[in-house]
């Protein structure tokens, strides 16, 4: 079982719907947990990040935990075309431990 | 203010060159992060500084991969004896220290090496 977790999709929603992207780990201390978009051919960009507290709303995202079933979500409301991009999630473990990335494509 | 930095933006070299790569972090950031991506593939960690010292070079794949840091600020990644397998984008990314900010990562804009 690989640390972080998710699935590569294409996940494809049309715009204005609410997309959902999920991302599972494997130790259950685990504490910190980071979403970065990036654009094809572009680097990864910090977009959100909760700790294990609680959940965090910023703007049309927002990022929840599950900590009973060791798994994060970022939620994107009223997806735009914009928001295309594919979507990391990363856990910190002494470092920051990196999922592949979900691809996501919001049709206009 | 300004973000991280990295030269060259695209590196050609032949199989068997040395390259070197460089990576000029945001101002004040103590911690430096190299990663490698692969067309199509994750991030791979390969080395972190913190100041210039490196805690964790666990990711580096070979001993033709070696890392440095200077002045708390630039960092060069060299490749000796390219191989074709190493052509990917080489990320830099730096973070400031204390709690978990340290893992607010800010990446540059990449170099791509292409090894002919």
């Known amino acids: 079982q690989k640390e972080v977790e998710q699935n590569s999709g294409p996940l494809s929603v049309p715009e204005g719907a609410i997309a959902s992207l999920n991302c599972t780990y494997s130790?259950?201390?685990?504490?910190?947990f980071f979403w970065y978009r990036q654009y094809s051919g572009k680097s990864p960009e910090l977009i959100m990040f909760?700790?294990s507290n609680g959940d965090k709303e910023d703007g049309r995202f927002t990022a929840q935990l599950n900590k009973a079933s060791q798994y994060v979500s970022l939620l994107i409301r009223d997806s735009q075309p914009s928001d295309s991009a594919t979507y990391l999630c990363?856990?910190?473990?002494?470092?920051?431990?990196w999922g592949l990335g979900t691809s996501l494509a919001v049709n206009p | 203010g300004a973000g991280v930095s990295q030269s060259p933006s695209n590196k050609v070299t032949e199989k068997g060159k040395d390259v070197e790569l460089r990576c000029d972090p945001i101002?004040?950031?103590?911690?430096l992060y190299w990663y490698r991506q692969s067309l199509g593939q994750g991030l791979e960690f390969l080395i972190y500084?913190?100041?210039?010292?490196?805690?964790?070079k666990s990711g580096l794949p070979s001993d033709r991969f070696s890392a440095e840091r200077t002045g708390g600020s630039v960092s060069t990644l060299t490749i000796q004896r390219t191989q074709q397998e190493d052509s990917a984008v080489y990320l830099c990314a730096s973070s400031s220290n204390g709690g978990a900010s340290a893992y607010e990562q800010y990446f540059g804009p990449g170099t791509r090496l292409t090894v002919t």
């Open positions: 500084f913190q100041g210039n010292s490196a805690p964790d």
């Open positions: 130790d259950r201390g685990s504490q910190s």
């Open positions: 990363a856990v910190a473990r002494r470092k920051l431990i």
């Open positions: 909760i700790y």
């Open positions: 101002s004040g950031h103590t911690a």
